[in-house]
């Protein structure tokens, strides 16, 4: 059987506040970014989640080895758990991921833009083709 992890990390980043989802099942490592305006309670965040969390959108797969299942000690995750308390930080694999998402992002915006000016170049040379046309015809 399969296990999912899931886990959201509340940060504060100058202005805001963000939420990082990070999400992995079958080996596949995604998160997601989102912003929050003033500091959020936590059935804020709940609601949030509940509503929003089929809006997400999550960055490209990233494969991870799979962690074994094995039963950790209780002073182990106790130590595990108050280091990332400690450290309150963007997680470096959600950093890795986000900034892939971006990357993709841009090479999408930057084709689409392209296209559209392509266009527009291509409508405006129509249009000066169809003027001439027009004041050669003498109307």
Same mark, same amino acid.
């Given at each position: 059987? !399969?296990?999912?992890?899931?886990?959201?990390?509340?940060?504060?980043? !100058?202005?805001?506040w963000?939420?990082?989802?990070?999400?992995?099942?079958?080996?596949?490592y995604e998160?997601?970014?989102m912003i929050?305006g003033?500091?959020?309670?936590?059935?804020?965040?709940?609601?949030?989640?509940?509503?929003?969390?089929s809006?997400?959108?999550? +960055?490209p797969?990233? &494969?991870?080895?799979?962690? +074994?299942?094995?039963r950790?000690?209780?002073?182990?995750? &106790?130590?595990?758990?108050n280091?990332e308390?400690? !450290?309150r930080?963007?997680?470096s694999?959600?950093?890795?991921?986000? =900034?892939?998402q971006?990357?993709?992002? =841009?090479t999408?915006?930057? +084709?689409?833009?392209?296209?559209?000016? @392509?266009e527009? @170049?291509?409508r %405006?040379?129509?249009?000066? %083709?169809?003027?001439?046309?027009?004041k050669?015809?003498?109307?």
């Amino acid at each position: 059987m !399969d296990t999912v992890v899931s886990k959201l990390t509340v940060l504060f980043e !100058d202005p805001f506040w963000l939420g990082i989802y990070e999400r992995e099942n079958e080996g596949k490592y995604e998160a997601c970014r989102m912003i929050f305006g003033s500091e959020p309670k936590d059935y804020e965040i709940f609601a949030f989640l509940l509503n929003h969390y089929s809006g997400f959108r999550f +960055s490209p797969s990233m &494969k991870t080895e799979r962690k +074994s299942d094995s039963r950790v000690n209780p002073k182990r995750l &106790k130590r595990i758990i108050n280091k990332e308390l400690r !450290d309150r930080g963007f997680p470096s694999k959600a950093k890795q991921v986000l =900034k892939l998402q971006q990357e993709e992002n =841009k090479t999408v915006r930057k +084709s689409h833009s392209r296209q559209q000016k @392509e266009e527009e @170049e291509n409508r %405006q040379f129509l249009l000066h %083709q169809q003027k001439r046309k027009n004041k050669h015809k003498g109307h």
